[in-house]
């Protein structure tokens, strides 16, 4: 009498439950080793930075690309953000009788968060991409490994000033947009919507103190570095081919974005509770 051996098909959910739990498994095993990955490429790269100055000629070109380059979109988009918050909030607080603290609405929103996140949003898309699709390509095409090959590390000579670029550079960038923000919004209110230049502006002095621009300052330097090291993460660890270039650009905007979300609450929790350990009683808008 002949059997049959047992075949998997004979118990499909108990299947499809091991291949559930093997894909995710994978996915939190690749997980693990990127993160790892990526904390041993920033203390490289840290360890490099203060180890030996970069070279000025590395530096000069990648101050230029971060810096003045990013200027004009930066101040672009922060006025019209300014403009677009005047055009929110003025609905709301018109129904509440309080159309002249529009100003400190407005100008508390961009300098602690909105004029920090958009000139990281702004540098992670124009700047982070390109640093990813740049070394992407210099990793395809084996120029890394000519570099190495040579007797030049390539975290110190590729890595560090695109990192210096966008620490130092960022606070510039979110003074940028928080002033152009504000002239936005000042411009709307003021001509367009008819609110009281003085209430307006006398509302965002109460409101609206040195503690809070410093709040947004200080935030944009995590963003900077922290889109930096993102994007030459993934440049560096490009896959072959021009498809592997351009999901190297693509990842590395949409991690620095995600990152910078992340950051962005973190510190804003912290930064709260140093202000409410400073000043128990706050401000009240109303």
Same mark, same amino acid.
């Given at each position: ?9 004979t @118990?499909p959910p108990?299947a499809?439950?091991?291949d559930?739990?093997?894909d995710?498994?994978?996915v ?9 990955d990526?904390v ?5 790269t840290?360890?490099w930075l ?5 070279l000025?000629?590395t530096?000069?070109?990648n101050?230029?690309q971060?810096g003045?380059?990013?200027?004009p ?13 005047a055009v929110?909030s003025?609905f ?8 002249t ?5 407005i @100008? ?7 004029g920090?996140v ?6 992670a ?5 390109s640093?990813?699709a ?6 395809v095409t084996?120029?890394i490994?000519?570099?190495e090959?040579?007797?030049?590390n390539?975290?110190?000579y590729?890595?560090?000033p ?14 940028m947009?928080?002033?152009m ?16 230049a003085h209430?307006y502006?006398y @509302?965002?002095q109460?409101?609206?103190?040195t ?7 200080f935030?944009?330097v995590?963003f900077g570095?922290?889109i930096a090291l993102?994007s ?9 081919g ?5 999901r190297?650009a ?7 974005f995600?990152?910078i979300?992340v950051l962005?609450?973190g510190?804003?929790?912290?930064l ?5 350990v400073l000043?128990?009683?706050?401000? @009240?808008l109303?």
């Amino acid at each position: 009498m002949e059997t049959s051996l047992p075949s998997q098909s004979t @118990n499909p959910p108990r299947a499809a439950f091991s291949d559930w739990v093997a894909d995710w498994g994978r996915v939190a095993i690749t997980a693990t080793e990127t993160l790892g990955d990526w904390v041993v490429f920033i203390s490289r790269t840290l360890s490099w930075l203060l180890v030996r100055r970069p070279l000025k000629g590395t530096l000069v070109p990648n101050f230029y690309q971060v810096g003045v380059l990013s200027l004009p979109v930066v101040a672009l988009t922060g006025m019209f953000i300014g403009m677009v918050l005047a055009v929110q909030s003025h609905f709301q607080f018109s129904q509440l009788g309080l159309e002249t603290r529009l100003g400190a609405v407005i @100008n508390m929103s961009l300098v602690r968060e909105l004029g920090p996140v958009l000139a990281a949003t702004m540098l992670a898309g124009r700047v982070g991409s390109s640093m990813a699709a740049e070394l992407g390509t210099m990793r395809v095409t084996e120029q890394i490994d000519a570099l190495e090959s040579m007797g030049a590390n390539p975290i110190q000579y590729l890595v560090v000033p695109r990192f210096l670029a966008c620490l130092l550079f960022i606070p510039t960038l979110t003074v940028m947009a928080d002033l152009m923000g504000v002239i936005g919004g000042y411009v709307y209110s003021v001509l367009i919507l008819g609110i009281d230049a003085h209430h307006y502006w006398y @509302n965002s002095q109460q409101f609206v103190g040195t503690f809070d621009f410093f709040t947004g300052v200080f935030k944009s330097v995590f963003f900077g570095g922290a889109i930096a090291l993102v994007s030459c993460y993934r440049g560096f660890h490009c896959a072959p081919g021009a498809e592997g270039v351009g999901r190297a650009a693509t990842a590395s905007f949409v991690y620095s974005f995600v990152l910078i979300l992340v950051l962005d609450l973190g510190l804003g929790i912290m930064l709260d509770s140093v202000y409410y350990v400073l000043w128990p009683e706050g401000s @009240n808008l109303f």
